[in-house]
């Protein structure tokens, strides 16, 4: 499905914690209807406490509170947050509730990885920030560095639609039944700005590529640059295509990747691809000031996007996922100088010769996480038809 851009937003970029949160507060002061959160993480710590106590004082004042964490990312929420929470009057559910440590299902893989929050209809918030304290690390990776977007405007309506709909799927999978929904809250749709966005989400059911057809479709109109800063990056054929094409029509492009990674199968497994990324003339460059999690892209200077997907297949082929993707000049501009700034003041680009000089014990550590990552992916039951051996970007072999 192509993206629906709808003009007349208002848009502001978030730099992580440190912008996200305040803005955040200040809206849930200031809701009167209705809030709906969702987030992977709800954390126990002075962020997590702080907005658990907006939402109640919220519920208290009479806003209707809906709050939907996954069962995995969340699953100590259950215990931190709930009794106090539901005694203020808000309601909270489990997407997909962790069933043991060690009891694997294929589907224990498809969680709730979006971060959004819908205030009154009239502000939202979408980006890769979940609820916890930038400094909810260890000390070496402090602070976590990341984007969120604070929305107004018509692309308002998608954003509540889809927020409204999750809690409707996911109360209905928890209670087998209808949860009584309080009258809808029309958005406000009016124009207050003159930016131009549009909100993907990725499913298992009608959006399942929205995500990924947004970024192929912007990356083969590319023209001058192409930038992407993103946590996890382990793409399939069709996006590893797409780059390599628009590298070799004479398109700078650049990516922006983990240099401290709290995955390290994930990390090791995205290594693989430097070689052949290098070699098509694309620049990589390992974030190592402290713990990279954006998930953001610009392309050209005027198309850019923040979510929660990040380019791997636990995002774009199995998790539940929410993006903003804009056509906006100033917005991409701002997100683009951000990134730049990061990649100049606490970044390493990596050189071939970085590749060459590894050892053949550690390539083969890399070609061992990407083949069980694959497997992984295969378990879930997508490795047959979307994870084929030639349907990827192939890795160099470990004695090369």
Request: net charge positive; glycine share 8%.
């Amino acid at each position: 499905m192509a993206a629906d851009f709808v003009a007349g937003n208002r848009l502001t970029l978030l730099e992580s914690g440190r912008e996200y949160f305040p803005a955040l507060l200040a809206a849930l002061a200031g809701a009167e209807r209705e809030i709906y959160l969702e987030s992977y993480i709800f954390a126990d710590d002075p962020v997590g406490h702080e907005v658990a106590s907006a939402l109640c004082a919220a519920a208290r004042r009479g806003v209707i509170v809906n709050v939907t964490v996954d069962g995995f990312g969340a699953r100590n929420f259950a215990e931190d947050f709930r009794p106090r929470l539901a005694e203020a009057g808000v309601r909270s559910l489990f997407y997909r509730p962790e069933i043991g440590r060690f009891h694997f299902q294929r589907h224990r893989l498809r969680r709730l990885h979006r971060k959004l929050v819908v205030i009154d209809g009239r502000i939202a918030f979408v980006g890769g920030i979940n609820i916890v304290d930038d400094d909810n690390a260890p000390e070496e990776m402090r602070p976590r560095y990341d984007y969120a977007v604070r929305i107004e405007g018509p692309v308002l309506a998608q954003v509540h639609h889809a927020a409204r709909r999750m809690w409707e799927i996911v109360t209905w999978v928890n209670f087998r039944r209808r949860f009584r929904l309080a009258p809808i809250v029309k958005p406000c749709c009016e124009a207050v700005g003159d930016q131009r966005a549009a909100f993907l989400i990725r499913d298992n059911i009608r959006h399942r590529n929205d995500i990924l057809h947004a970024y192929i479709d912007a990356i083969d109109a590319a023209v001058d640059e192409i930038l992407i800063a993103n946590a996890y990056f382990l793409p399939g054929i069709r996006f590893g295509r797409a780059i390599f094409a628009a590298a070799r029509r004479g398109v700078r492009v650049t990516v922006l990747l983990q240099g401290k990674s709290d995955h390290p199968l994930l990390h090791y497994a995205t290594q693989t691809l430097y070689a052949t990324g290098l070699k098509a003339g694309i620049r990589i460059f390992e974030y190592e000031k402290s713990f990279l999690h954006a998930k953001v892209a610009v392309i050209d200077g005027k198309w850019a996007t923040v979510g929660s997907s990040n380019i791997d297949p636990f995002s774009l082929l199995l998790a539940k996922e929410a993006n903003l993707v804009v056509h906006d000049r100033r917005f991409a501009g701002e997100l683009r100088a951000s990134l730049y700034t990061a990649m100049q003041d606490g970044s390493r680009e990596m050189l071939a010769e970085d590749i060459l000089r590894q050892p053949w014990p550690s390539r083969l550590l890399r070609w061992l996480s990407y083949g069980i990552v694959r497997l992984l992916v295969g378990i879930a039951g997508y490795g047959d038809r979307h994870w084929r051996a030639e349907d990827r970007v192939k890795p160099p072999s470990p004695e090369r």
